[in-house]
């Protein structure tokens, strides 16, 4: 064999063993919300705990979002206690069980306008509504990854550092919220948060969460 010969070898050798180019390559932001989207109406169980230096011991909360239209979020709580947190024009709904229903503006509720506005885009697959409220950085394979958002807008990022959504395939697992001050906010979706209920308060909800994501 020639010197040639054993040079296109070697190279021919090389390149079988190299993984094709879609694997070798990040996820696209745009594919994975073009995956994560949902028609209305949608629905999908979450389990979500708060810590805060307020509390004798982290807030385990589990309940369902719903979209019943395309305008409206609708988050149920119905553990610990039975709440209803309705999402519509502009304004926010509370209902819960033996209170009288509390309604405000989001503009008093920054957090709550960014679930609005993130929900919608995720769940309609709407990637230009995402990017038009905040920065989208991928990271992982396409088959776990993770999405970073960081506010644009400056009141809110002075409340808000980011949001991290870890997924698998087109499957949205766990929405970790990072507030500028205190520890993350971590609500396991889907899968993650049938493994959590099914696991009760054995359940370590930070490994769930990432559990399947990017590193």
Known sequence: MSHRERRLAACLVLFAALPPAWAQAGPDS?????????????????????ESPMLKAPLRLSGEYRRPDADTLVREVRAPYAETTTIRDGHAVLAREGRPERRFALTRAPELAALQTSFG???????????????????????????????????????????????????????????????????????????????????????????????
């Open 30 to 50: 745009a594919a994975i919300l073009r995956g994560l989207a949902r028609p209305v109406p949608a629905a999908t169980p979450f389990v979500e705990v708060r």
């Open 121 to 215: 885009a995720l769940l309609s697959g709407d990637v230009e509504a995402l990017r038009r409220h905040y920065t989208v950085d991928a990271q992982g394979t396409p088959a776990h990854w993770a999405l970073r958002l960081v506010p644009r807008d400056r009141a809110l990022a002075d409340r808000l550092q980011g949001i991290v959504l870890h997924g698998d395939g087109g499957e949205l697992r766990c929405i970790e919220t990072l507030p500028a001050k205190g520890p993350a906010q971590r609500t396991l979706m889907a899968g993650a948060a049938q493994a959590a209920l099914a696991a009760g308060e054995a359940a370590d909800i930070a490994a769930l969460c990432r559990a399947h994501a990017a590193g």
